[in-house]
């Protein structure tokens, strides 16, 4: 009654959906009493079935001994099984770790290659720094293996020991250079990984590398050797210039003839990251980013959108040419590619170009709806903004175009509206007029009292027209019946009550400053058609 297997402990869960809990509780108690057995077999498949309820998200934490029991079975096909719940189920707070110490070694020693891949797959899972410290000398010495299977993982297993010992990592690393020499691609591939990995923390560390990075580029056939030989140079380049003006005709030769577009991406990001100072080969890849822009493949559209990002930052210059295409990209119906082209294209704003690109955009809002359009809302005025408007060379064309957002449909930005109007009216002393008509405006618009939703705040403008309209209407140059206008505003508008408090707070105040006006001008101040202790 005890010797389930696992495909009857499979069978057994999907018969029993209502009560699984039940049914694996009762398991359990089996699984316990075939781990107290001494028969291999039925030890190795307890082991087994534990491991399975494991990848189901259940505690196995208290059979950890004996999976270290079942790892040292004689036979490899019970063996294995110990090893593979070990890999799983172990982690640095498990006790037991200290117990496979031996058993690694003494895999790691064994004449069959696959007792020693065995344990390099294991050891690279469950490593701590006491174990790294113990076989890491063990696992160097299978660097230089016959079997270049374990030469491969013996190399990737030295990686997992460095992290957790690094002090391992200066007189173990000629061995992983060796690696790299090596004629089988597999290995040299691991190695390469490797190197590459511990060069994400200091590059700077290997620079003494690049004659064989520079080998693997003008020799190796393998793209993903290449494709991670080429990150890596990417960032040794800006480390040293005499570098980069070594690796352009490989790097040209590269995107000139591989038909693999990932390698080819690489190619073009390398060149963005550290040579630009090349032209000829930065002409080379800004043509390669136009066909992958013109391309059908959405994935491959959004891949030169970053590469041009990575250009943009050197210089606008560079990609003035794709500006149509990338405006076009705006209308993608991939979201991701959308917000990848707003951010190219509000990157390439200068005072030259502000007015034209700002238009382009909202004319995007006119015609597009959802969250992307309140994007697009935002990236407006955070362009112009940006540098404390260091764009913006006429202030008045950016109050209307506040006014413009304002009553964009479901404006979740009523706020960085408000505040962009009452700063610029606040800072720009030539344009408080217009910001005074503009207010007006804006109260009188019914869009914005209704606009007051969980979600939507656009009536948060109102607040800002109230203030502006208090603060600048009244004005020595502001006529009377301006003055008048902007009071029948704010005191009368018959759906002022809806509004939040804070807004209602400021018409209140704009009123009382409003009257203040009129009657210093020795005029009325009740508003026509209505009279002075009218409130909203």
């Known amino acids: 009654m005890f010797e389930k297997s696992l495909g009857d402990l499979i069978k057994g869960i999907r018969a029993h959906k209502r009560d699984e809990a039940e049914y694996i509780a009762r398991c359990m108690e089996e699984i316990k009493t075939e781990l107290r057995t001494t028969n291999p077999k039925l030890k190795s498949q307890a082991v087994l079935k534990l491991t399975y309820l494991y990848m189901l998200g259940y505690d196995v934490s208290w059979a950890a001994f004996q999976f270290v029991e079942c790892m040292s079975l004689p036979k490899f096909s019970h063996k ?30 064994s004449p069959n290659p696959f007792e020693c891949c065995l344990a390099l797959n294991t050891l690279a899972n469950i490593v701590t720094e006491d174990l790294a410290r113990d076989v890491v000398a063990d696992v160097l010495r299978l660097t230089d293996h016959s079997d270049p299977t374990v030469r491969k993982r013996a190399t990737l297993s030295l990686f997992r020991i460095f992290l957790e010992f690094p002090d391992a990592l200066r007189p173990s690393f000629a061995a992983i250079q060796e690696r790299m020499k090596e004629e089988n691609p597999s290995v040299a591939c691991a190695a390469v990984n490797v190197v590459c990995e511990l060069a994400r923390k200091n590059p700077k560390n290997y620079l003494g590398l690049a004659p064989v990075f520079y080998r693997i580029l003008t020799s190796s056939a393998n793209n993903w050797m290449l494709i991670k030989v080429m ?34 991406y690489e190619s073009i990001v390398t060149v963005s990251n550290g040579m630009m100072e090349h032209e000829q080969i930065v002409q080379l890849a800004l043509s390669k980013l136009g066909e992958f822009l013109s391309a059908k493949d959405q994935n491959l559209r959004y891949l030169a959108l970053v590469a041009i990002g990575n250009f943009q930052r050197t210089s606008l210059a560079l990609v003035a040419p794709f ?33 034209d690109i700002i238009q382009l955009i909202v004319n995007h809002i006119r015609t597009t709806d959802g969250a992307f359009r309140n ?71 019914e869009r914005l009292y209704r606009a007051q939703t969980e979600q939507a705040n656009a009536c948060q403008v109102l607040h800002a027209a109230a203030f502006i309209c208090g603060e600048f209407g009244t004005a020595e140059d502001i006529e009377s019946v301006t003055i008048r206008s902007a009071l029948s505003h704010v005191l009368r508008h018959e759906t002022a009550h ?26 009325t101040v009740a508003p026509e058609g209505g009279d002075a202790d009218a409130a909203p």
């Open 375 to 445: 994007t697009l809302v935002e990236k407006v005025v955070q362009a112009c903004c940006q540098g404390t408007y260091v764009h913006v060379t006429d202030f008045a064309w950016y109050i209307s175009v506040l006014a413009d957002l304002a009553v964009v449909p479901n404006n979740v930005h009523g706020v960085l509206i408000r505040d962009e109007l009452i700063n610029v009216a606040v800072r720009v002393k030539g344009v408080r007029n217009v910001a005074v008509a503009t207010s007006l405006r804006l109260l009188g618009d």
């Open 498 to 523: 809806v509004l939040p408090g804070s807004v209602q707070a400021v018409f209140v105040q704009g009123a009382l400053k409003l009257s203040i006006a009129l009657a210093g001008r020795n005029e």
């Open 231 to 264: 990150k890596l140079v990417g960032v040794l380049c800006p480390l040293e210039p005499r570098l980069s003006k070594k690796l352009v005709k490989p790097v040209s030769n590269i995107m000139n003839n591989t038909s693999a577009k990932s390698l080819l």
């Open 80 to 109: 294995r099984i110990g090893y593979l719940a070990a890999s799983l189920t172990f982690d640095e707070s498990t006790d037991v770790i200290l117990l496979t110490t031996n058993l690694l070694k003494k895999e790691l020693n």
């Open 323 to 355: 500006r149509s295409a990338i405006l076009s990209c705006l209308d993608d119906p991939d979201r991701t590619i959308r917000l990848r082209a707003l951010d190219i294209v509000t990157g390439m704003i200068s005072q030259d170009n502000l007015v």
